[in-house]
T-cell receptor
Framework: DAKTTQPPSMDCAEGRAANLPCNHSTISGNEYVYWYRQIHSQGPQYIIHGLKNNETNEMASLIITEDRKSSTLILPHATLRDTAVYYCIVRVEGTYKYIFGTGTRLKVLA | GAVVSQHPSWVICKSGTSVKIECRSLDFQATTMFWYRQFPKQSLMLMATSNEGSKATYEQGVEKDKFLINHASLTLSTLTVTSAHPEDSSFYIC????????????FGPGTRLLVL
């Protein structure tokens, strides 16, 4: 079973920030949180990952709560091309395996 | 960096034939690669973990004799669907583990298999 839970869908207006939450309450102390997105009929695209501190790259920002039980992916200025399914993933402890949950289907509206 | 390719991108075959799908890490070495399957409107399902130079580890319910995995080098893993049947029609996606401390997986573009 996936170790994360996400809302099944969200809408966001174009140009606004998209905030995608993820709950990972069973995460262990040394496991990273990874975010990917999948645009229709393509392989998942890596977005960002983090351990404890907040992270930012050219695609997004990742905010991780102090207790590490949840995180939020922020797309600062969503565009129509950001419409995709977003997956928050924590590895199976002691392995390199990812178990995908159902993700959040983000629809960016014009 | 961190580019993973798959070949072919799509394939149509007759029932009973075998199909080989290649997964390559183009700009990094990957001791571990993974194979996933995705049915329409569903999430990715992990099929197996492929380790360079050793036997693959299959997830529960995945037939190892039907889905043959070979990981002969640090940049290439292959998945062979043997004696394919229509129910094997799916989107097959590989990923390669890049050893950067966080051990991030990078995914290929996927291979769409249609078995007639």
């Amino acid at each position: 079973d996936a170790k994360t839970t996400q809302p099944p869908s969200m809408d966001c207006a174009e140009g606004r920030a998209a905030n995608l939450p993820c709950n990972h309450s069973t995460i262990s102390g040394n496991e990273y949180v990874y975010w990917y997105r999948q645009i229709h009929s393509q392989g998942p695209q890596y977005i960002i990952h983090g351990l404890k501190n907040n992270e930012t790259n050219e695609m997004a920002s990742l905010i991780i709560t102090e207790d590490r039980k949840s995180s939020t992916l922020i797309l600062p200025h969503a565009t129509l091309r950001d419409t995709a399914v977003y997956y928050c993933i924590v590895r199976v402890e002691g392995t390199y395996k990812y178990i995908f949950g159902t993700g959040t289907r983000l629809k960016v509206l014009a | 960096g961190a580019v993973v390719s798959q070949h072919p991108s799509w394939v149509i075959c007759k029932s009973g034939t075998s199909v080989k799908i290649e997964c390559r890490s183009l700009d990094f070495q990957a001791t571990t690669m993974f194979w996933y399957r995705q049915f329409p409107k569903q999430s990715l399902m992990l099929m197996a973990t492929s380790n360079e130079g050793s036997k693959a580890t299959y997830e529960q319910g995945v037939e190892k004799d039907k889905f043959l995995i070979n990981h002969a080098s640090l940049t290439l893993s292959t998945l062979t669907v043997t004696s394919a049947h229509p129910e094997d029609s799916s989107f097959y996606i590989c990923s390669a583990n890049r050893a950067t401390g966080a051990e991030t997986q990078y995914f290929g573009p996927g291979t769409r298999l249609l078995v007639l």
